[in-house]
């Protein structure tokens, strides 16, 4: 198969801290993740793709000192949302292909909350 | 410029009704469309992958079909039930590896009722 694990499925910060959120490809090698953003009731949003051993590309509107991506190795790839403000809270995912056939394989989410 | 477009955008039906979501994207030169489903809260879950060159598969009570000329998908559950509720995703990968980024519809909310 193709799983990919997230952490935290859930995490509530204070203003102007930081979160990081691991998205990680348990049996295959991803040089390629993708991180969404996903606001209630629509769809997702693409923030950014991260490139194993390279700096992460980012869609245009995403702020890249805020959102820091970090994709050290061929199986991690980690968003880390820096001094956060309640505006920041909503659901974040990652997902990862195995290539061929398998399509693409999503993490199961992080839901932020800034207070 | 790929756009996706998911129609209805939501949906309710009697159980045990079969029913078509639909799908449609305007660049036809797509390597692969895949189905998705989302409970709230909830990641996605993968349903059904069809490449380009496919033109449907199945999985269980799940039909998805795919004509790329017309630019259009179709899902179709069969003997709907309540845990079919959920809100059902489709994307186009416009590319040919497994960097390429995704696009998706905006979702179609389906809601099975008892």
């Known amino acids: 198969g193709a799983v990919v694990s997230q952490h935290p499925s859930r995490v509530i910060c204070k203003s102007g801290t930081s979160v990081k959120i691991e998205c990680r490809s348990l049996d295959f090698q991803a040089t390629t993740m993708f991180w969404y953003r996903q606001f209630p009731k629509k769809s997702l949003m693409l923030m950014a793709t991260s490139n194993e051993g390279s700096k992460a590309t980012y869609e245009q509107g995403v702020e890249k000192d805020k959102f820091l991506i970090n994709h050290a190795s061929l199986t991690l790839s980690t968003l880390t949302v820096t001094s956060a403000h309640p505006e920041d809270s909503s659901f974040y995912i990652c997902s990862a292909s195995k290539g061929g056939d398998y399509g693409y394989t999503f993490g199961s989410g992080t839901r932020l909350t800034v207070v | 410029k790929q756009e996706v477009t998911q129609i209805p955008a939501a949906l309710s039906v009697p159980e045990g009704e079969n029913l078509v979501l639909n799908c449609s994207f305007t660049?036809?030169?797509?390597?692969?469309l895949q189905w998705f489903r989302q409970d709230p809260g909830k990641g996605l879950t993968s349903l059904l992958l069809i490449q380009s060159s496919q033109r449907e598969q199945t999985s269980g009570r799940l039909n998805a079909s795919l004509d790329k000329s017309s630019g259009r998908s179709t899902l179709y559950i069969a003997a709907s039930q309540p845990g079919d509720s959920a809100t059902y995703l489709c994307?186009?990968?416009?590319?040919?590896?497994?960097?390429?980024?995704?696009?998706f519809g905006s979702g179609t909310r389906l809601s099975i009722r008892p």
């Open positions: 660049d036809s030169a797509i390597y692969n």
């Open positions: 994307a186009v990968s416009p590319g040919y590896s497994s960097a390429s980024k995704i696009i």
